[in-house]
């Protein structure tokens, strides 16, 4: 069983000239229907109200085989505007609720079994939850792979500072870490986003990945650095993008049988021809991604199809 913890919410995207329209997303969310789509039993511990919002991110979740284990509650449903530019790319504002009260106290049962957790984005640094998902991480950490991506959101976390502080705390736990040359600019302004992700490294991954949109990936890890060409592609949009990859990158590493915390080693001791292929495959579905509208990650037939061409 694989566990992703975090936000899940409403994108009401915005395009040039149109209504909104609502879409189910959340960067951990989108990450655990990735998975899912890539034949990964996978469960999810985020809130949403009971609500006609909660109710799509139910059904949506549901829809594509994700267990959910935690219950729905009274709080409306988290919502994120994005407004797309003429070119697809994506800008957010956000209402947002973030807790999941007791949490804790049910861990041991939660995560039995679970041989990776992954978390992030604002589930990681919004108070009062970043409290409890640090608190899973640990929980996991004897017996599982730890992942996580940051997905900044200088919008909701304003202290950049205090961003930075608990970014850094995650990726001292984790043991695979994604971050976008985006997040890394916006963490560590004037530094070369290679080099906060070498720091990274030092801090005890096993593997730390940089996404650069079309630059293509970039990855450092105990063999040294790797990167690969993105796909051409046609872009709907870039909306999820960075999620599918990132689910893509776990994906390749269970497939691997990496996972788990009695294969760490294992997985410090990637060879870079392991990592480039692992790049290649992330790569390849978050562009399947992003031809299509919304965050609509591949399945697994899609991305066999896709890499044999």
Same mark, same amino acid.
């Given at each position: 069983?694989?566990?992703?913890?975090?936000?899940?919410?409403?994108?009401?995207?915005?395009?040039?000239?149109?209504?909104?329209?609502?879409?189910? $997303?959340?960067?951990?969310?989108?990450?655990?229907?990735?998975?899912?789509?890539?034949? %990964?039993?996978?469960?999810?511990? $985020?809130?949403?109200?009971?609500?006609?919002?909660?109710?799509?991110?139910?059904?949506?979740?549901?829809?594509?085989?994700?267990?959910?284990?935690?219950?729905?509650?009274?709080?409306?449903?988290?919502?994120?505007?994005?407004?797309?530019?003429?070119?697809?790319?994506?800008?957010?504002?956000?209402?947002?609720?973030?807790?999941?009260?007791?949490?804790?106290?049910?861990?041991?049962?939660?995560?039995?079994?679970?041989?990776?957790?992954?978390?992030?984005?604002?589930?990681?640094?919004?108070?009062?939850?970043?409290?409890?998902?640090?608190?899973?991480?640990?929980?996991?950490?004897?017996?599982?792979?730890?992942?996580?991506?940051?997905?900044?959101?200088?919008?909701?976390?304003?202290?950049?500072?205090?961003?930075?502080?608990?970014?850094?705390?995650?990726?001292?736990?984790?043991?695979?870490?994604?971050?976008?040359?985006?997040?890394?600019?916006?963490?560590?302004?004037?530094?070369?986003?290679?080099?906060?992700?070498?720091?990274?490294?030092?801090?005890?991954?096993?593997?730390?990945?940089?996404?650069?949109?079309?630059?293509?990936?970039?990855?450092?890890?105990?063999?040294?650095?790797?990167?690969?060409?993105?796909?051409?592609?046609?872009?709907?949009?870039?909306?999820?993008?960075?999620?599918?990859?990132?689910?893509?990158?776990?994906?390749?590493?269970?497939?691997?049988?990496?996972?788990?915390?009695?294969?760490?080693?294992?997985?410090?001791?990637?060879?870079?021809?392991?990592?480039?292929?692992?790049? %290649?495959?992330?790569?390849?579905?978050?562009?399947?991604?992003?031809?299509?509208?919304?965050?609509?990650?591949?399945?697994?037939?899609?991305?066999?199809?896709?890499?044999?061409?």
């Amino acid at each position: 069983m694989l566990t992703v913890i975090g936000e899940a919410l409403i994108d009401e995207v915005l395009r040039p000239g149109a209504e909104a329209t609502p879409h189910v $997303g959340g960067s951990p969310m989108n990450v655990a229907v990735g998975l899912a789509r890539l034949d %990964h039993p996978v469960q999810f511990l $985020g809130r949403y109200g009971q609500d006609a919002y909660g109710a799509m991110i139910s059904e949506h979740l549901q829809r594509n085989s994700v267990l959910l284990p935690w219950p729905s509650d009274e709080s409306p449903t988290s919502v994120a505007r994005a407004v797309l530019d003429h070119d697809g790319a994506a800008s957010y504002d956000f209402k947002l609720t973030w807790e999941l009260p007791g949490l804790a106290k049910k861990l041991d049962f939660l995560l039995q079994g679970s041989t990776l957790l992954h978390t992030g984005s604002i589930a990681s640094m919004l108070a009062p939850g970043a409290a409890e998902v640090k608190q899973a991480v640990l929980a996991a950490r004897g017996h599982a792979t730890i992942s996580y991506d940051p997905n900044y959101r200088p919008s909701i976390i304003t202290d950049s500072d205090y961003a930075r502080a608990q970014a850094e705390e995650f990726v001292r736990l984790a043991d695979v870490v994604k971050a976008s040359d985006e997040d890394l600019e916006m963490l560590y302004p004037g530094t070369d986003p290679l080099d906060a992700a070498r720091q990274w490294l030092g801090l005890g991954p096993a593997l730390v990945v940089v996404t650069r949109g079309s630059s293509g990936p970039w990855a450092v890890a105990a063999c040294g650095e790797v990167s690969v060409a993105a796909p051409k592609i046609r872009v709907a949009d870039t909306v999820g993008a960075g999620d599918s990859f990132m689910s893509a990158l776990l994906s390749a590493i269970v497939d691997r049988e990496l996972d788990g915390a009695q294969r760490r080693e294992q997985l410090q001791a990637l060879s870079r021809e392991q990592l480039q292929d692992i790049l %290649h495959f992330a790569a390849t579905a978050a562009a399947i991604t992003v031809s299509r509208p919304g965050a609509d990650p591949p399945n697994k037939n899609e991305l066999r199809e896709a890499l044999n061409h």
